[in-house]
């Protein structure tokens, strides 16, 4: 089991929202162990201290997050707001890319590391490859959302695995930018 502290809890919180908004999720009914995982997880490793910014690490109530109640309705318009984005760029993802990826986390030999790193490579060419507007940051953030949701509707078993890279790629190549886009 992976510990999940109160850095990844806003990617956590962003991406189960987007996977509940996504309009061909085929695996609504697995996701509330995913929350109910993390729950545990957060609980379990909640020692309520002070973080570097002066806040108390996140909590999680009645099986909630435990973000203050503007912050998870902002939450939920920019995951919906992603999610319509999302549901375009789904179908320029070719199902290839899909089955590459499915193999990646198949294979329980390759480390997170390397899977997150094969995750980052393809959301970069799949960024350069899809004509878009938008701005680089919000691509890959909304590709790297779509992977998952194909990756797991095409492999369910693989939900825990697939979500908990996609966050941790969330964090280390966007947190900025989600951490932003959450105080806009």
């Known amino acids: 089991m992976e510990q999940m502290d109160g850095s990844l809890q806003m990617e956590h919180a962003l991406l189960f929202t987007f996977l509940e908004a996504s309009s061909d999720c085929k695996f ?3 996701l509330h162990s995913l929350r109910s995982q993390q729950i545990r997880l957060c609980q379990e490793n909640d020692d309520d201290e002070l973080q570097t910014d002066g806040n108390r690490s ?3 109530q009645n099986g909630e997050l435990g973000l203050v109640p503007t912050n998870e ?3 939920r318009i920019i995951a919906a707001q992603l999610a319509e984005i999302g549901d375009q760029l789904d179908k320029e993802i070719q199902g290839r890319v899909v089955n590459d990826l ?3 986390f198949l294979n329980e030999n390759l480390s ?7 995750m980052s490579r393809v959301v ?3 960024t350069r490859s899809i004509p878009s507007d938008m701005e680089q940051e919000k691509a890959m953030l909304v590709l790297a959302m779509v992977l998952t949701k194909k990756i797991v509707n095409t492999v369910p078993s693989l939900l825990h695995r697939v979500f908990n890279t996609t966050v941790n790629y969330m964090n280390q190549q966007l947190h900025n930018y989600v951490a932003e886009m959450l105080r806009e």
Request: hydrophobic letters at 25%.
């Open 28 to 30: 609504r009914d697995q």
């Open 58 to 60: 996140g909590h999680f």
């Open 73 to 75: 309705d902002v939450i």
């Open 102 to 104: 499915v193999q990646h």
């Open 112 to 118: 997170r590391e390397e899977i997150t790193r094969h």
């Open 124 to 126: 970069r060419e799949l």
